[in-house]
């Protein structure tokens, strides 16, 4: 019963039209499943890949999406760990060789010949997405998929950046951007984790939202604050700043900021991806506090596994709407803006 046409969001160019059109269902290859996707969440990623402000091209036509949700409905011939009716995720690393230096050492999404869900290959916001068996996540049934999609890239990038960050229980972590997608999930895993949170963001929704049900002890408005470094250093008891830095705005403002008021022997994680930014920190300071700047890039199959593990124990439950997949334009006019707090999670169905 899978049919041979479907609901998709496609874009033909880069920065063009978003049209809401029925495409063909594609087949499976032997390594790979085909997954009725019933939820995406919609990350700020689909919003670069739509514009091409990234210094890599997209496929064209283009399916974007990364954070699907949903059943697979066939399996390619050489596919036995993963069966029909099993509950999956497709994450934005779709697919990698398996063999390379990177992949034989579970760094997987360093792999130099990778498959990115909606950017080089076709993604979630369809509603039958391919994904190679060996990467699709695995779902336990009993979890709701309108609620674990955002795990599938926001998870489990903040919860890959965290463990990075080396921040260890008891200690500081400000969450630049504390209020989007990634910063909503990265403040409640910090808290499962035994860290203590500053949220940085703007606007009284998101302070609301930060202090009130995501567990952070500060918040500091960037665009209020006439000195954000001393606001974030103050929000620690003994005002030397966090022990870590995670930074998942989209915008190059704290990306030259957070290095002024990381604690000394702190790190500075970067995973937020302003168009055209650049890193910047003073040698003087970072030399004698002794500070780590560091990229952090997704997950590999382990940490999805473990992030998805937080959200079945019931640590994690980050704000989200859900709209139909018919509404993603609406939903990036809203996050142009910077207006959304938490994520948006699309229903394939409507
Ligand atoms: O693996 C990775 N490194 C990875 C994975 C997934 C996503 C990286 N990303 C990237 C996305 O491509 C995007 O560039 O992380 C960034 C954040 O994605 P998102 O959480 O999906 O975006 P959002 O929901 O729009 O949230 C961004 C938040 O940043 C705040 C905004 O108010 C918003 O709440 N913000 C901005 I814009 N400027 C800020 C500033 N100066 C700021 N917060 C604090 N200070
Ligand atoms: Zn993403």
Not at 75 to 94: P, R, T
Not at 244 to 261: G, I, S, T
């Amino acid at each position: 019963q899978i049919p041979e046409k479907q609901w998709a969001q496609v874009i033909e160019k880069t920065g063009g039209e978003i049209q809401y059109k029925q495409i063909p269902v594609q087949k499976p290859a032997s390594d790979e499943v085909l997954v009725n996707i019933k939820y995406s969440g919609v990350c700020h990623t689909d919003l670069h890949a739509w514009m091409g402000d990234w210094p890599l091209a997209t496929k064209l036509p283009l399916v974007g999406g990364h954070e699907g949700a949903g059943v697979v409905v066939a399996v390619g011939e050489h596919v036995d760990d993963v069966k029909i009716g099993d509950h999956v995720g497709i994450k934005w690393l779709n697919g990698s060789c398996l063999s390379c230096d990177f992949c034989q050492q579970s760094d997987e999404p360093l792999c130099p010949k990778p498959l990115l869900s909606g950017y080089t290959v076709d993604g979630t916001f369809q509603q039958y997405a391919i994904g190679k068996a060996a990467h699709v996540a695995r779902i336990p049934k009993e979890l709701p998929l309108d609620a674990i999609a955002p795990i599938l890239c926001a998870g489990i990038t903040v919860y890959k950046g965290l463990k990075e960050s080396g921040a260890k229980p008891g200690q500081w972590v400000a969450v630049v951007g504390a209020g989007g997608g990634l910063g909503s999930l990265a403040l409640q895993y910090a808290k499962a984790m035994g860290l203590r949170t500053i949220a940085i963001d703007t606007g009284d929704e998101k302070a609301k939202m930060c202090t009130e049900k995501l567990g952070a002890e500060a918040f500091v408005d960037f665009a209020k604050s006439s000195n954000v470094v001393k606001d974030v250093q103050a929000a620690t008891p003994d005002g030397l700043g966090p022990h870590a830095v995670l930074l998942v705005a989209v915008n190059e403002k704290p990306f030259q900021q957070a290095a002024e008021y990381v604690r000394p022997r702190g790190t500075v994680i970067c995973i937020g991806l302003p168009a055209g930014a650049y890193l910047k920190a003073p040698v003087f300071e970072s030399v004698i506090k002794m500070i780590t700047i560091r990229g952090s890039y997704v997950g590999n199959r382990k940490d999805s596994a473990e992030a998805i593990d937080f959200f079945a124990r019931g640590l994690v439950n980050a704000p989200y709407k859900v709209v139909g997949l018919s509404e993603l334009k609406a939903v990036y006019d809203k996050m142009k803006k910077g207006e959304i707090a938490g994520r948006y999670v699309l229903d394939t169905s409507k």
